[in-house]
């Protein structure tokens, strides 16, 4: 069965979108998790601005913002990718080479997943789209 070329046409930008709304908001919790405290998150009770882990909640929070309303995708996409393969490196490699093991599949997948946003853009039902950026719908 092949489906129409059309239609690919029509919903890939679509669904780029979407998944770029639905990867801002879970990245977004991150950040305010780790700023607010909403959701608790155990882990990061008593957490400094000022550290690390600290400067890691405001790009979350900063980027995961921009990249659900889908502004300045490309850029903050590609900041995101190396946020997280820094994670990776820091948190997760020295526990082992491998990510199911050492705990670090969410951040290879977030940061190869930002990294393609920082490729294709925002997709549909995006702010750039609105300010006519290449690449947003």
């Known amino acids: 069965m092949s489906l129409s070329p059309a ?5 890939s930008p679509r669904l780029l979108g979407l998944l770029r709304i ?7 919790q991150h950040g305010t998790a780790k700023l607010f405290g909403a959701p608790h998150v155990a882990m990061f009770d008593g957490l400094q601005l000022f ?28 900041i995101l990718s190396g946020q997280m393969a820094a994670a990776y490196f820091i ?21 190869f997943t930002f ?12 702010l750039d789209g609105l300010r006519g950026k290449a690449g947003a719908a």
């Open 51 to 78: 550290s690390l882990m600290g400067a890691a909640g405001v790009i979350e929070l900063v980027g995961g913002s921009l990249l659900l309303l889908g502004l300045f995708t490309r850029p903050v996409a590609f």
């Open 22 to 28: 639905i990867l801002g908001f879970l990245f977004l």
């Open 115 to 126: 990294l393609y946003f920082a490729i294709a853009g925002a997709g549909a039902y995006s």
């Open 7 to 11: 239609l690919y046409a029509t919903w």
């Open 91 to 111: 948190a997760h490699a020295p526990a082992g080479f491998l990510p199911i093991l050492n705990g670090g599949e969410m951040a290879v997948m977030y940061c």
